[in-house]
């Protein structure tokens, strides 16, 4: 059923208002306006699956895990405002749509997931002692190891 609201009123005043575009001095867009623009990046869940939304996480019974689903899912989505903004996100791997997202993601863990088998795979030639600090790195974390970052090691010798 509709509803009658007078144009002198302020609801009808503030409608007219969104209704304009904004040459006219209104709140709606002229036309297109490619920004504000939202991108989305998509991450491993409680679960370990990566995803940008987790709906099941929504409906959960358990309040805890309720506010953690909703800081998962506002934390893989991010407004920019301009191209620079947006260029600046791209490259730390921010994606313009979900499928997008989850597309990059897996083709990032499928590139350290080659990497860290290549590591090992030249770990058959190493030292005994690269070796074995290797197998702490990897001991010491669930994701891929693909390199080993040593210790500062010996100061360069000054000549005087």
């Given at each position: 059923?509709?509803?009658?609201?007078?144009?002198?009123?302020?609801?009808?005043?503030?409608?007219?208002?969104?209704?304009?575009?904004?040459?006219?001095?209104?709140?709606?867009?002229?036309?297109?306006?490619?920004?504000?623009?939202?991108?989305?990046?998509?991450?491993?869940?409680?679960?370990?699956?990566?995803?940008?939304?987790?709906?099941?996480?929504?409906?959960?019974?358990?309040?805890?895990?309720?506010?953690?689903?909703?800081?998962?899912?506002?934390?893989?989505?991010?407004?920019?405002?301009?191209?620079?903004?947006?260029?600046?996100?791209?490259?730390?791997?921010?994606?313009?749509?979900?499928?997008?997202?989850?597309?990059?993601?897996?083709?990032?863990?499928?590139?350290?997931?080659?990497?860290?088998?290549e590591?090992?795979?030249?770990?058959r030639?190493?030292?005994?002692?690269?070796?074995?600090?290797?197998?702490?790195?990897?001991?010491?974390?669930?994701?891929?190891?693909?390199d080993?970052?040593?210790?500062?090691?010996?100061?360069?010798?000054?000549?005087?």
């Open positions: 059923m509709g509803m009658k609201i007078e144009e002198d009123s302020a609801l009808g005043k503030e409608i007219a208002k969104w209704n304009a575009p904004k040459r006219a001095g209104g709140m709606r867009a002229d036309g297109f306006e490619e920004f504000p623009k939202m991108l989305y990046r998509a991450q491993p869940n409680a679960q370990g699956a990566f995803m940008v939304f987790d709906m099941v996480g929504e409906r959960s019974t358990d309040a805890n895990r309720v506010e953690a689903t909703r800081t998962f899912n506002t934390g893989n989505c991010l407004k920019v405002g301009n191209a620079q903004e947006e260029r600046n996100a791209m490259s730390r791997g921010w994606r313009r749509s979900v499928p997008d997202a989850m597309d990059h993601a897996l083709q990032v863990q499928s590139d350290l997931s080659t990497a860290a088998a590591a090992n795979y030249a770990a030639s190493m030292s005994e002692k690269a070796r074995r600090e290797l197998d702490a790195a990897n001991a010491e974390t669930s994701e891929h190891v693909a080993v970052k040593r210790g500062p090691g010996r100061p360069r010798r000054e000549d005087a």
